[in-house]
């Protein structure tokens, strides 16, 4: 099982984001680094994955409008692929 932790209190940034999360993830050199492709990523996974949060309000306060975004998407791929599990406010 593939498991990427996205910790508010390291991501500061749009850009350490979607850096943790194609590195974590291993996505394709042609990542775009924006939500859509992150979405376009997360349900072509055929690798069981686990998404953790930690620090959300610091993610929150970080990202601003984007973390919610961020959460929204990764629900919504949740729901298409099977292999992704998302889990909140991970210790």
Do not use: S
Not at 4 to 24: P, Q, R, V
Not at 47 to 63: D, P, S
């Amino acid at each position: 099982m593939r498991i990427c932790i996205l910790d508010g209190e390291n991501i500061l940034n749009k850009e350490m984001l979607h850096d943790t999360l194609a590195a974590a993830l291993d996505f394709p050199d042609w990542y775009g680094r924006n939500l859509d492709a992150l979405y376009d990523c997360l349900t072509d996974l055929a690798e069981e994955t686990e998404i953790r949060f930690r620090n959300e309000q610091a993610l929150a306060e970080h990202l601003g409008n984007y973390a919610g975004a961020l959460k929204k998407v990764i629900c919504t791929a949740v729901e298409e692929n099977q292999n992704i599990q998302c889990i909140l406010n991970h210790a």
